[in-house]
């Protein structure tokens, strides 16, 4: 079993010049967390409420919509006005905040996190919300996303007496906020986001006000919403997908604006346009792969994009077959929208267990491919003597889709066609998601040709990049990032060698 070390501050806050980051729950969660080695990861969630009694829980039940994106640490942290509170733990939402453990997050404000690591290492050290007795009082901070200019900022904080406590990146901007000679929070804050270049969605909290903002190219989404209360005003709550509003009954209000810093305190919700005249280059592959289909993000639902994409790669790649099946779960809502515009029958041809403990041991190979058996499984009378369609979001390394291939041939399918819901992924992210190296990354090294011999696949076909930004589009005029299957990066320039690798907690 895991424990946890509460810690809260009381009194005023720490007004000496110099900056403390509270020592951090120090436990581990003897859990490991194995990652999916041929899938990419989702970065984090964050979420935030303003004016609820139940603040703590409220969150609570916000990261346990988000957890699918980040599973290896989670935290929370409340405040009631004069105190500080802050809990976080290695391992799953539901695993980290019992009751008991809820109890102990009093107050009506609430900021959360789960987190998957994409900078510093995995260690509770990085877990958020990153809590800072600073010049400016007490933040608490928590961050989706990756920033791109670490070192230059890293070392001019430093000189400027700056101490690092942890590795992540978000650190940094706290710092900046700290050492921001801004006579204002706000001032500070907006100052210190005008300083950093990447990905972030940031939800922040001071003893009585709550933060949100998102950097100016919108790569991350952060939507904002409102929860009626049976007495007293409105409860505001932000969130990194719309889905967590639908678990707390909060009404969706909007999304927070690229390059906007919106401010909650007892005199309403303030906002104010930080950055302004940047091109928006939000993550389109959170529209292929990590968003729920049941979120609305850049004023889009996935659901509808994905669908989109299903008819788009039927119209483009289209090819004699009996059924089409997705690869659960992500393919399912490509694979109907493909199904319905081919006019195939769509079957769940593939099995997944849901229940495949973080604690399973693998135990040394056994049985060729092991791992993907042990979460998927095929449904033997629908698939034998079928001509198939596979679809998938993604192939990375490639090891992974040929072992589906192989699975779904064993079953007896006698065709086997992958399909692919974007295009083939050649460069690595530096913006949130986990990637491997571009020489790890098949599509990057291999012709279509290539990759199909190698899955062992009939035929294979991937989304185009027309086809797929075809498929997000709408009347926003939303701007994406498409990196990932370009290489063409957003961002001025990429500070490749200050990104620190991300490295799993054993
Ligand atoms: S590089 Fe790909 S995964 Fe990264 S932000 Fe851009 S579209 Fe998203």
Request: proline share 5%; aromatic share 6%; hydrophobic share 40%.
């Amino acid at each position: 079993m895991s424990r946890l070390l509460f810690q809260g501050v009381r009194g005023e806050p720490d007004l000496s010049e110099s900056l403390r980051v509270e020592s951090l729950i120090t436990d581990h969660c003897p859990l490991t967390t194995p990652r999916e080695a041929d899938k990419l990861h989702e970065e984090c969630g964050v979420v935030a409420i303003y004016g609820h009694p139940h603040a703590a829980r409220e969150a609570y039940l916000a990261l346990y919509a988000l957890q699918h994106r980040g599973q290896e640490s989670a935290g929370i942290a409340t405040a009631d006005g004069a105190h500080l509170a802050n809990i976080k733990g290695m391992g799953l939402v539901s695993e980290i905040f019992t009751d008991d453990v809820l109890a102990k997050l009093p107050g009506h404000l609430a900021i959360g996190h789960t987190r998957y690591s994409t900078t510093g290492d995995s260690a509770l050290l990085n877990a958020q919300p990153i809590r800072v007795d600073s010049t400016k009082g007490l933040i608490a901070i928590a961050h989706n996303g990756n920033l791109v200019n670490l070192g230059n900022l890293r070392a001019s904080l430093e000189r400027d007496g700056a101490y690092f406590q942890t590795t992540s990146d978000s650190e940094i901007i706290v710092q900046l906020i700290a050492h921001s000679s801004s006579g204002t929070l706000v001032d500070a804050i907006a100052d210190s986001l005008s300083q950093v270049e990447g990905a972030f969605s940031i939800v922040m909290m001071t003893r009585d006000r709550i933060f949100a903002a998102r950097d100016p190219r919108g790569f991350r989404p952060l939507s904002m919403g409102r929860m009626k209360n049976a007495e007293g005003p409105d409860s505001i709550v932000f969130a990194s997908e719309s889905c967590a509003f639908d678990l707390l009954r909060a009404e969706f209000i909007r999304d927070v604006l690229p390059g906007e810093l919106v401010m909650v305190s007892q005199d309403g919700v303030t906002s104010r346009q930080y950055a302004s005249g940047v091109p928006q280059s939000s993550c389109v592959f959170e529209h292929v792969y990590f968003a729920r289909p049941d979120s609305r993000i850049f004023g889009r639902w996935v659901q509808e994009s994905r669908d989109q994409m299903g008819r788009q790669l039927a119209r483009e790649s289209g090819v004699s077959a009996d059924v089409v099946v997705p690869v659960p779960d992500s393919g399912v809502t490509a694979a109907l929208g493909y199904a319905e515009e081919a006019r195939l029958p769509f079957r769940f041809g593939l099995i997944r267990n849901h229940y495949v403990g973080r604690t399973f041991i693998e135990p040394e190979q056994r049985v060729r491919d092991f791992g993907v058996r042990l979460k998927l499984n095929p449904v033997h009378n629908l698939l034998a003597g079928k001509r198939v369609i596979l679809i998938d979001d993604s192939i990375i390394r490639g090891t992974t889709s040929r072992k589906i291939v192989r699975m779904v041939r064993g079953a007896g399918a006698t065709e086997v066609h992958l399909r692919i819901s974007c295009p083939p992924t050649i460069s690595p992210c530096y913006y949130g998601v986990d990637t491997p190296s571009k020489s790890e990354l098949i599509a990057a090294n291999h012709s279509v040709e290539g990759i199909r011999q190698f899955i062992e696949a009939d035929s294979l076909a991937y989304l185009s990049l027309e086809g797929l930004l075809a498929s997000v589009r709408d009347e926003h005029k939303t701007g994406y990032c498409t990196a990932c299957y370009t290489g063409n990066y957003p961002t001025q320039w990429v500070d490749v060698e200050d990104i620190l690798p991300a490295a799993v907690t054993t």
